[in-house]
């Protein structure tokens, strides 16, 4: 079997697994990462969502062996050291989620989506969720959040 | 301790952000799926990939022998672990047909996903490989698809029973004869609701940890209805419902898909009694579209009655709802839950519904948001809209000739329920305002008349529904085989700190934040200091779970009323303490106080400190901080609203655009309006899915042709517009909260809004039907074959006019 090394919120692992494990199984059924979630088996909600090197993946899509030297993070290595991510309060106070089972993949691929254009307008960020399916809220807090967030993040960093 | 000036505020009314919310942005929430127990095995079930077969032979030998497996069972392995079939427990009449259904096929399989065999291995991975090794010999049968041909009873799904049909269920009232011969119009129309898949985004999931040497069992499921799977679960598999604990952990929506009692649950728990070794059973998502309930599926011929100046004289229905292969938990009895509703807001003098269930071989239908109430509004709101065309007057205008007006409440309708009140011309009025109704008209008819590619359309919806399920009465006078109450204990804790064990089990709702608001001004308590325990039947033995709109209405009622009686309570203890006559004991935002003696008073919090220590207590009274309450509504409540939807249309290629979504609703008393909106956002959504977007097709060999999320479109941000949403309030009469409820109304609205819409768009081409889902080939196709049909040349702007 295969052997990778990869880092995961912040804490290296190396482990032996199978060449067709997923990584979203390798991270909840071998690490017990269950924050990250899984909606399908088609590759189309988006609930298993993480950054991988920088870039928000669907966890499912990818093999465990290909993220071997990756640096992974997941919904549960997002808060620095007790301290939420803007995108995390954000979806707190603009009421962003529900029954919350999307909530992890969706805020990881609003991560993804603010590294790469961080001022998005409501249209751009409701394109650049379109992997993501949420039954409960109908979007429209989602965007909110995000360019709630999105505003935070751009003040922390101009201050 | 609390300071009194900082708790002035009411709770109930504000904004307060969701409790709920820490651990779900974290990751730290704990799903049925994330449950991990020593020596837990996975299972996982053979589903028939025939729609109908006779099973001649199930050999699950070959499976055994794979690696990682454990065992290995068939239906008939398992025959001896069932007392009874899964129940349906809504036989809807005396005659009703109630096919066995066992959890595991033992002769024949009746839809597409039916189960086959079980396998259970170390993990999900190795169950899966195995389940490919069950050796099955599928003897084909006809199946039977489609309603109408199988109510000729010429193909039968359950041949034991010589019929498809389920039941025949009538209502009548007033003189519908007469009121059909003496209306100066009549419209008659045949509405389709297509099929839905409710698409949860959590899948079902279980898992079952057993104590075989006494004999008891802990299932911890992905339910609405924690209450319902135990009682249903020691029933079927015959361990005493006291041995049985049933846990709902976090649970990921459920949309009436998790209100139910499933075959995986009794297999997980015939498994684990078998092997006497933790179980787990995760669906996936493409078996969740199998093997977990469809919503609708029903045939709507209607025919209304009006007089020439749009005055109503009855309403008929003649309804055929499709209960798929087997009767799930409420199966039947939800396309009722209508019957109660054609009429929506609208007085008339005689109305007639009669509905026919009819088996099919197909996934079983139960409960999907709003459950048979979506299905009445969309097919009263829509002919409204094709009355008044008939009629040519604003379809606004026919409304409001038509509806309860707000002096007229209470108002007993034509269908026997007895409406509290509303506010009809309130919400709409408002409603119009925000959505520009006028210049969106103006608009629309500069469009027409220039003949322009992108028509304008403009929906109405109306609605009202029942929700607040159920007085226990009405229950029972329709056959239903439980109660409509709710429980709730309020509990002091020494410290002064507040535990609300309720029998609601949320799963997104809110709960936690609404009644933690609910409770903390009852008892004058911090909103921060209330905790509230459900989905767990250990911890919460008393209830019956969320479905119907009812959490609030009933569950929110039961938790004000066990606050009242705990104050009532504690009230004894203060007057002991304070040295006064009970009566004299005043009770405000916490505090217990001697009337006309400000210095003699006591904190709740610290009397709930003596209590608890006991040491002088009132004479004969027993040292209790926690009181009880069972709430059994009077009536439904009628939460209500506008509904605008203005969308454009291209007619050269049939594409929709929602431009404006507008709406107000009333559903009383606001408890959180974050809550009330977001519910609202989800509802709507929902609702124009399946106007726009959403159907679950089979073919006629009844396989399931959208049978992954690739096939079927569930919508995601792209698609869904912003919606304006505003609220009045009119309170319900019927509770001490004038709450309402507002779980389904967003879906119950939004479907008749929409598709009105795009039917207004083209309307004037010569359209008056379009079927759900409303896609662009649809669209233009019903643009085409009118232009077709009246010789219209739709490039030609002299195209057009009123019909
Ligand atoms: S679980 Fe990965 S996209 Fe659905
Ligand atoms: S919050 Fe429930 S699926 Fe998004």
């Known amino acids: 079997m295969p052997r990778i090394s990869v880092n995961v919120d912040g804490t290296a692992f190396t482990d032996e697994v199978e060449p067709r494990l997923l990584l979203v199984h390798y991270l909840r059924d071998r690490l017990g990462k269950t924050g990250t979630n899984i909606g399908c088996d088609t590759s189309n909600c988006g609930a298993c969502t993480v950054v991988m090197d920088g870039l928000s993946v669907k966890s499912c899509t990818v093999l465990a062996v290909q993220a071997d030297g990756s640096d992974v993070t997941t919904i549960e290595g997002l808060a620095d050291d007790g301290r939420w991510h803007p995108l995390q309060k954000a979806f707190h106070t603009e009421h962003a989620l529900q029954c919350g089972y999307c909530t992890p993949g969706m805020i990881m691929a609003s991560v993804g989506l603010l590294a790469d254009n961080p001022d998005p307008s409501d249209e751009e960020v409701r394109e650049g969720l379109e992997g993501n399916l949420c039954r409960c809220t109908g979007y429209q807090n989602i965007v909110k959040a995000v360019r709630t967030a999105a505003a935070e993040m751009h003040e922390g960093a101009t201050r | ?803």
């Not at chain 2, 942005?25 to 799926?33: I, K, L």
């Not at chain 2, 396989?703 to 505003?726: E, K, R, W």
């Not at chain 2, 004038?738 to 479907?751: D, F, N, P, Y």
């Not at chain 2, 819409?757 to 196709?781: K, N, Y």
């Open chain 2, 1 to 803: 301790m609390t300071d009194v000036a900082e708790r002035s505020e009411a709770n109930v009314g504000r904004v307060l952000h969701r409790k709920e919310d820490a651990k779900l942005v974290t990751g730290q929430s704990t799903w049925t799926d994330d449950i991990q127990l020593p020596g837990m095995l996975h299972i996982g079930v053979l589903r028939s990939p025939m729609a109908h077969a006779r099973l001649a032979r199930v050999d699950v030998a070959p499976a055994l022998e794979q690696p990682g497996v454990v065992a290995a069972y068939s239906g008939a392995d398992l025959a001896d672990e069932w007392v009874m079939g899964l129940p349906c427990a809504w036989p809807v009449t005396e005659d009703m047909v109630a096919p066995d259904h066992w959890p595991v096929a033992t002769d024949e399989v009746r839809f597409a996903g039916d189960t086959v065999a079980v396998v259970v291995a170390r993990d999900r991975f190795s169950a899966a490989d195995a389940l490919e090794h069950v050796d099955v010999d599928y003897e084909p049968l006809e199946p039977v698809v489609d309603m109408e041909e199988a109510l000729r009873d010429e193909v039968l799904v359950h041949s034991e029973h010589g019929t498809n049909k389920c039941f025949v269920w009538p209502l009548e009232t007033g003189d519908v004869d007469a009121a059909f011969s003496g209306a100066d119009v009549v419209v008659k129309r045949r509405y389709i609701q297509q099929r839905l898949i409710p698409n949860a985004i959590e899948p079902r999931a279980v898992v079952v940890d057993p104590t075989t040497a006494s004999g008891e069992y802990t299932l911890y499921s992905a339910t609405q209805v924690p209450h319902f799977v135990r009682i249903q679960m020691a029933l079927v598999l015959g361990i005493p419902e006291h041995r049985l604990r049933v846990v709902a952990p976090d649970v990921g929506g459920g949309f009436g898909s998790k209100l139910n009692v499933y075959a995986e649950e009794a297999i997980a728990l015939a498994v684990a009694r078998r092997l006497g070794r933790p179980v787990k059973w995760t669906e996936t998502r493409s078996e969740n579209y199998q093997a977990t309930i469809h919503g609708r599926d029903q045939i709507q011929d209607i025919e209304i009655a009006a007089s020439s100046d749009g005055v109503l004289r009855g309403l008929r229905i003649d309804l055929k709802a499709d209960m798929g292969a087997y009767l799930q938990l409420l199966t039947p009895g939800i396309p009722l839950l209508g019957a109660f509703m054609y009429c929506g807001i609208y007085k008339m003098d005689a109305y007639s519904f009669t509905c026919t269930g009819v088996f099919t071989d197909k996934t079983p239908t139960d409960a999907y948001r709003g459950a048979g109430r979506p299905e009445a509004t969309f097919a009263i709101e829509r002919i409204m809209d094709d009355l008044a065309a008939e009629l040519g007057v604003d379809p606004m205008e026919l409304r409001r000739r038509n509806w309860i007006q707000h002096s007229e409440f209470p108002y007993d309708t034509v269908a026997g329920l007895t409406y509290d009140t509303g506010n009809y011309e309130a919400a709409t009025d408002r409603a119009m305002e925000l959505f520009g109704y006028d210049e969106l008209r103006a608009e629309q008819a500069r469009r027409r008349e220039s003949g322009d590619r992108v028509q304008l359309g403009i929906g109405i919806s109306t609605y009202t529904e029942m929700c607040g399920l159920a007085p226990s009465r009405v229950l029972g006078s329709l056959r239903y085989g439980a109660g409509g109450w709710e429980a709730a204990t309020v509990r002091l804790l020494p410290t002064g700190k507040v535990e609300v064990v309720t029998g609601i089990s949320p799963h997104g709702q809110g709960h936690e934040t609404g009644f933690s608001q609910i409770a903390a001004d009852a008892l004058g308590v911090d909103f921060d200091d209330v905790d509230i325990l459900h989905g767990d039947t250990r911890v919460a033995p008393t209830g019956l779970d969320t479905y119907g709109s009812r959490s609030l209405a009933v569950g929110g009622v039961a938790v004000h009323k066990a606050a009242e009686r705990l104050i009532d309570k504690m009230r004894r203890f203060a007057a002991h303490e304070l040295e006064a006559a009970e009566d004299d004991i005043e009770f405000d935002r916490g505090t217990f106080r001697v009337r006309g003696d400000p210095d003699s008073s006591t904190t709740i919090q610290d009397l709930s400190l003596s209590v608890f220590t006991a040491h002088d207590l009132p004479e004969g009274v027993d040292p209790s901080t926690a009181a009880e309450y069972v709430f059994d509504p009077e009536n439904f409540s009628f939460p209500h609203g506008t509904h605008l939807c203005a969308v454009e249309v291209d007619t050269d290629t049939g594409a929709v655009h929602v431009r404006n979504y507008t709406c107000v609703d009333d559903c009383g008393t606001i408890v959180n309006p974050q809550l009330v909106e977001g519910q609202i956002h989800g509802g709507i959504t929902q609702g124009m899915a399946q106007a726009l977007w959403e159907e679950a097709i089979y073919d006629e060999l009844g396989n399931l042709t959208t049978g992954t999320i690739v096939d079927y479109y569930v919508p995601g941000a792209p698609d869904v517009p912003h919606f304006t949403t505003d609220t009045t309030q009119t309170p319900a009469t019927t509770n001490p909260l004038g709450v309402k409820g507002v779980g389904e109304a967003g879906t119950i609205a939004s479907t008749p809004a929409v598709v009105n819409a795009v039917l207004d768009a083209v309307r004037h081409l010569g359209v008056d039907d379009i079927r759900m889902p409303c896609s662009p080939e649809r669209v233009w196709r019903a643009v085409h074959d009118a232009g077709q049909q009246t010789g219209q040349d739709l490039s030609d702007d002299t195209a057009g006019g009123r019909l």
